[in-house]
């Protein structure tokens, strides 16, 4: 069993930067590709991106060129690197682990941390 916990959300201006943390306990971090997600108010979950064992990376296409994900394995720890943030960036932003490789789909991820809020203002 696989525990992720998510910090670093918070309040910020348009145009701001923010750094989310998702630290995992249980199972071999290594090995899991580690994907985030975020569901803003009154909207369907929505990819965010995903960093695969190897390092490599996916994003959706809201967030490409601003956003980054990285990994530390030997803190068992992803990063989600927030730049030049929108209002509409505004969300609960999970994390996620897949044992299998990277995907896009929420439904293939086999575990789930409880989220971070991330509020833009305008």
């Known amino acids: 069993q696989v ?3 998510e910090s670093g959300g918070g309040l910020v201006q ?3 930067s923010l750094r989310l943390s998702c630290a995992a306990s249980g199972g071999t971090f290594s090995r899991y590709a580690m994907g985030w997600f975020r569901q803003g108010p009154g909207k369907e979950r929505e990819f ?3 960093i695969g064992s190897g390092g490599g990376g996916l994003y959706g296409d ?3 060129g601003r956003f980054t994900i990285s990994r530390d ?3 068992h720890t992803v990063f989600l690197q927030m730049n030049s943030l929108k209002p509409e960036d505004t969300a609960v932003y999970y ?3 897949r044992r299998t490789g990277g995907s896009s789909y929420g439904r293939d991820y086999d575990y ?4 971070t809020q991330v509020t833009v203002s305008s």
Request: glycine share 22%; hydrophobic share 45%.
């Open 3 to 5: 525990q992720l916990v």
């Open 112 to 115: 789930w941390g409880q989220g």
């Open 14 to 16: 348009a145009g701001g």
């Open 95 to 97: 994390c996620a682990a």
């Open 48 to 50: 965010v991106g995903v």
């Open 73 to 75: 394995n030997a803190k």
């Open 62 to 64: 809201s967030v490409k």
